[in-house]
């Protein structure tokens, strides 16, 4: 009898296989085999709430197969994901697969090495029940608020919606950021900038900004006529170095990569979402075919919120930069990094390359490029994060405008930050979102010392207006969940997945704003369940979950404690919740019987268009998004069109006849190779269907991303 192994994917089956060679055999259980049925509520709420899991209809065969391997097997290793999911995931494979306990084993790795995997079967333990607990109690708190809340929403507003325990703190939180959008007013603001030179003998330019007064006071200029007589004032006063400062600045690089770091930094450089990132670190994680070296796992498990990082991997990490980089390159000790966030796995790694050695251009060949990409933005920041501090040159400038008598003088500054040392830069640097980035002055000041007479050049005022907080993108609002303990690793993807599939926010040039359903959901949810849509609320409930975990708390009654009075809610919401009616979103198409103008409607099968004359006029047609785009193979219009498993994809009008598709969004200009269809590939890049034309946009070429 042999040894069997259950991983969750074939992927990860052949990259174990490799490793463990003969006496073992490998299954995929091809993710969850047993889950809460779609149909009903099935928990049993009065028997302390006992899920009653049920085999998916596509698993039967799966489970079938699976049993009786581990009928014919001496010892089962279960050797599902190192995180609560992935134990509960052994916890269903043991309680479906067999009565007799006695022959399983759990192994756990956060990496898919021989070294790794032959130390996790050298070790095996049994399944942790008060993971699963915690994994189980989260998957039947969603589920009673999913049944309960969802049927409401279908009677008071439409049918079709959904409301979840998580997704909707989510949600406030985009809804809430727009309303300060809507209602920030902005405010009028000058800046005056003076250029200036040496008087006593010709050096370059350089500009100093206008910051207040010499004795201390600011100032603050908000209307033109302030900013022009300013400026008619420093036209006449005589310019001095007051003070010159320099200080030698050490920036430090940023830890490896954490799960919500990750899908922060794939989305601000490589235009990534959370969900892409997460199914490509996936792939990395349980293995792909590089040449000789057969399968191989390339980083570590991607579902982590620790920083910490094993001792072998510095230590390989930093004989690399010495060898690669020199020796001032390398720092006199190992850095490690204990930040981490609240309710951290601390058994986990942060996510690093498997080995340092397998340098990204290494292995191109054999990585598609969204595989590559993301490998080598991992590869990076591992390195970078042992790599020695970059050394700046941080020169201030105070210059005195000398005023007329009994009048405080002006103060202006000039500021330069020069790189005296690289350092970790040299491989990498930390990407900043569109709100935080600032323009950091880089060229050089002249030779300056206090008391140098100045020449005035000219004055240059500019006018500006304060701005709205920005929108949340894809990495802010990860941030921000991260930041308010709204989730965990594994439930950022799709918890931002979850809200757009529901057409409760959209994408407008890259950043979330919520659609007018969004809005009303939100704001009933508010109203009614104050306690589901409360981010310090939700941020509790992780708190409990992760006590269960640890043997703080014990399941059923953390499940009482937020069903009792949630039930009384949702009876209270019953009874005094009106119904809203949503306002019609009409088209400029008019009715083909009537003339009067098509609103676009949502039905079981998704949006359609019917007449604004209902029920006078039931013409009714299918809804379509037009791309602006031809069709190569027939001309006819591209269609926005979703598939059974609500993915994107893009079809031509004139489909049966043509059957044209791409998954690539079509863009309007013609490939200016061969004049057939170019699609967006990249944030940035266009390729062509027909030729090989790839190019990137141009500035007044960049589709919109409404």
Request: hydrophobic letters at 35%; a positive charge.
């Amino acid at each position: 009898m042999n040894k069997l192994v259950i991983v969750e994917s074939p992927a990860k089956a052949r990259t174990l296989y490799r490793i463990l060679g003969k006496g073992y055999s490998l299954k995929a259980s091809m993710g969850h085999i047993r889950d809460l049925p779609k149909s009903r509520l099935g928990v049993d709420i009065a028997n302390s709430f006992a899920p009653k899991y049920v085999v998916p209809k596509g698993k039967s065969k799966v489970v079938t197969e699976l049993k009786q391997a581990v009928k014919n097997a001496s010892t089962v290793y279960l050797a599902t994901d190192p995180d609560r999911e992935g134990e509960a995931i052994a916890w269903h494979l043991a309680e479906v697969t067999s009565s007799n306990r006695k022959r399983y084993r759990r192994v756990v790795f956060h990496e898919i090495t021989s070294e790794a995997i032959k130390q996790a079967f050298r070790n095996p333990r049994s399944i942790n029940q008060q993971l699963v607990n915690a994994q189980q109690a989260r998957r039947i708190l969603d589920r009673l608020v999913g049944y309960m809340l969802s049927p409401l929403l279908w009677r008071k507003v439409r049918k079709g919606l959904s409301a979840g325990r998580v997704q909707s703190a989510a949600l406030r939180i985009i809804v809430d950021r727009e309303r300060e959008i809507e209602q920030f007013v902005p405010v009028e603001y000058w800046l005056i900038e003076a250029e200036l030179t040496k008087q006593a003998q010709e050096v370059t330019p350089f500009r100093a900004t206008l910051i207040g007064f010499t004795e201390g006071a600011k100032l603050e200029i908000h209307t033109q006529q302030e900013a022009d007589e300013i400026v008619e004032e420093l036209k006449q006063v005589g310019y001095s170095v007051l003070k010159v400062t320099t200080k030698k600045i050490a920036r430090q690089p940023a830890p490896p990569f954490i799960t919500s770091t990750l899908q922060q930094e794939a989305w601000r450089r490589l235009g990534f979402s959370a969900s892409q990132t997460m199914a490509v670190a996936q792939q990395l994680y349980e293995g792909l075919p590089i040449g000789s070296e057969g399968n191989v796992g390339l980083i570590t498990y991607m579902r982590t919120d620790s920083t910490r990082v094993a001792r072998s991997a510095i230590a390989e990490a930093r004989e690399f930069i010495g060898q690669t980089y020199g020796a001032e390159f390398l720092p006199a000790h190992a850095r490690a990094f204990t930040w981490s966030v609240k309710g951290a796995q601390e058994a986990h790694e942060a996510i690093r390359p498997t080995k340092i050695r397998r340098e990204p251009h290494l292995i191109k060949a054999h990585l598609t490029p969204s595989q590559f990409r993301l490998y080598e933005l991992i590869w990076q920041r591992m390195v970078a994060s042992q790599m020695a501090a970059a050394r700046y040159d941080n020169t201030n400038v105070d210059i005195r405008g000398k005023r007329r008598a009994f009048k405080a003088d002006y103060l202006l500054r000039a500021s330069t930050s020069i790189i005296s040392f690289p350092g970790f830069i040299t491989l990498y640097h930390e990407g900043k979102d569109e709100a935080n980035k600032e323009s950091q002055k880089v060229a050089p000041l002249p030779p300056l010392e206090k008391g140098d007479k100045l020449k005035l050049l000219g004055i240059f005022p500019e006018q500006h207006f304060t701005q709205p907080p920005p929108r949340f993108t894809e990495a802010t609002l990860v941030k921000m969940l991260e930041q308010n303990g709204i989730g965990r690793p594994s439930t950022y993807a799709p918890i931002i997945a979850t809200i757009q599939e529901r057409e409760y926010v959209s994408k407008v040039k890259g950043s979330f704003k919520p659609s007018e359903l969004g809005v009303i959901v939100n704001d009933l949810l508010c109203q009614y369940f104050p306690d589901i849509v409360n981010i310090e609320f939700t941020a509790r409930m992780e708190d409990e979950l992760d006590e269960i975990a640890h043997q703080k708390h014990e399941w059923v009654s953390v499940i009482q404690d937020f069903y009792t009075p949630f039930e009384q809610s949702v009876a209270r919401a019953s009874e005094q919740m009106e119904r809203v009616k949503l306002p019609e979103q009409l088209t400029e198409e008019a009715c083909l019987k009537c003339g009067k103008p098509m609103a676009v409607k949502t039905g079981r099968y998704g949006k359609f268009l019917a007449c604004s004359g209902y029920p006078d006029c039931k013409y009714t047609k299918s809804f379509q998004i037009k791309t602006g785009a031809s069709c190569p193979e027939c001309g006819s219009e591209l269609l926005e069109r979703i598939n059974k498993k609500k993915r994107t994809f893009y079809g031509c009008s004139n489909y049966p006849n043509c059957r044209f598709a791409t998954n690539f969004k079509p863009l309007p200009q013609p490939c200016p190779k061969c004049g057939s269809l170019l699609t967006l590939y990249r944030q940035k890049w266009a390729k062509c269907v027909k030729c090989d034309y790839k190019g990137k946009l141009a500035e007044t070429e960049k589709p919109s991303q409404d």
